[in-house]
């Protein structure tokens, strides 16, 4: 199996796309600032799915990056949040979708997380 069946990685995925070109709807100033945090948090949720999926023959190794990518996915979370509340991001539905799918991501990590402590 790839990674890319991963329920949690292509949801991942998701975010990232959609982070990316929200991002691009930004202030200018914003952009080079919570913009490429958001942008980077997200992506990092992705990236270390993909690494922990790397190390899945080691039980330890997988969960540990599943909760580095759960606290990226917070972290993801907490720049949206701060884009919305700063007024940066003006277009609710986008904020609400974006932090609905974020929400989604976050509870499906730890189902996952879990599902491997439980059964691997």
């Known amino acids: 199996m790839s990674y890319k069946k991963l329920e949690i990685w292509q949801l991942s995925r998701e975010v990232v796309i959609e982070i990316h070109k929200m991002s691009l709807l ?16 997200s992506k990092s949720v992705k990236s270390t799915i993909v690494e922990g999926y790397g190390r899945k023959i080691y039980k330890n190794e997988f969960v540990k990056f599943l909760v580095y990518a759960l606290a990226s996915n917070d972290e993801t979370m907490d720049h949206l949040e701060n884009l919305w509340e700063t007024g940066s991001l003006k277009d609710q539905n ?27």
């Open 26 to 41: 930004l202030p200018k100033f914003e952009m080079f600032e919570e913009g490429s945090q958001i942008r980077r948090s």
């Open 94 to 120: 986008l904020y609400e979708k974006i932090q609905l799918k974020i929400n989604i991501l976050g509870k499906k990590i730890n189902k996952f997380i879990q599902g491997v402590q439980e059964h691997y």
